[in-house]
């Protein structure tokens, strides 16, 4: 959030891959039937206050949260941004929040992450500690089927990640923060690189707090470590629309045992977690590609447009064509 951005580029890599919280699901299921519904009147910003723009893929920034908040009154009303992805640390202090109309007020510290398009707000308590990360969201997926889960994971929907009792990994957050933040105001030879391998740092340690929540009941482990692979497997082959069978089959278990691991960590079916990837790309598509909808429908695997157009329609209650128009519109509007 600032008026300046630097270039983050393609290759970020990572060996984490991360086993989501069954005690978040709640929270993600209303955040994510939120985001499903077309939003109007809502603010979009590049940054907050600043004019929105189409942001490059290779897009980066961090500032204080005190920079931009203090401005305010310590408050940042209502408003979403299209193609950048954000994460809140907040160190010391306190935070009350909306994210996607759904309100909280999460112990300090903790992470709180902002995936693109997710209209958000925030009041702090005055004097606040923290930074925020803002990044675009599209090149996060580049970098091989490991990094693309764990950021799918991540960022699948708004989430808070609780750091309480991690002094270890506050630590080392904060100096990965603090090496960005360096780097993107001194602009020394090879800062970009610098930049990137700090980014992946922030979210490998995330990804580790985050899969910490899991381990914390042992006997959940080898459904959560199931659920990890399989998380993996699909982020690498939702496209090519296979059964949870095939799936299944993949990961050497069976239909059932691979569907109880994924309703465990999630609260989802197996059928259901391909179904939302497969969408939620789909939603990515139709808004950022200007291509007729036939050719995208075929980009995502489907033989025949016909069947996308059934798939979409009954998943949104729209068809690409008015769920395509219905984004134009709003963005005019904005």
Known sequence: MGDNFCTFPASMASGTQIEMCAATNEYREKSRRSRAAPRRSVPVFSLYGEASA????????????????????????????????????????????????VASAPAVPCAVLVPAGTVH????????????????????????????????????????????????????LKRHLADIDAEFHERGPGWTTAIE?????????????????????????????????????VEARFHEHLAVGDYAAALGVGESRLDRAVRLVTGRS?????????????????????????????????????????????RTGMTPAEFRRAQRARADAE
């Open 197 to 233: 391998a700090s980014v992946v740092g922030v979210l490998v340690w995330l990804a580790r707090c985050h899969a910490s929540m899991r381990r914390a009941d042992t006997a959940a482990r080898p459904e959560a470590d199931l659920h990890g692979r399989f998380r993996a497997l």
């Open 54 to 101: 189409a942001p490059d893929d290779t897009f980066v920034h961090i500032e204080a949260i005190a920079d931009r908040s203090a401005r305010y009154d310590w408050e940042i009303d209502r408003h979403a941004h299209h193609g950048l992805a954000q994460v809140l640390m907040v160190f010391a202090g306190g935070v009350t929040m909306r994210l996607d109309d």
């Open 270 to 314: 197996a059928f259901e977690v391909i179904q939302e990837r497969l969408l939620l790309e789909a939603r990515r598509k139709l808004v950022h590609i200007a291509a007729p909808v036939s050719k995208l429908a075929y980009e995502l695997g489907f033989d025949d447009p016909a069947y996308f157009w059934r798939f979409f329609r009954r």
């Open 121 to 172: 707000a925030f009041r702090f308590a005055p004097g606040t500690v923290g930074r925020v990360l803002t990044f675009a969201e599209a090149r996060l997926g580049i970098g091989g089927a490991e990094r693309a889960a764990l950021v799918a994971a991540l960022f699948e929907a708004p989430a808070v990640v609780d750091l309480t009792g991690t002094a270890v990994a506050t630590d080392r």
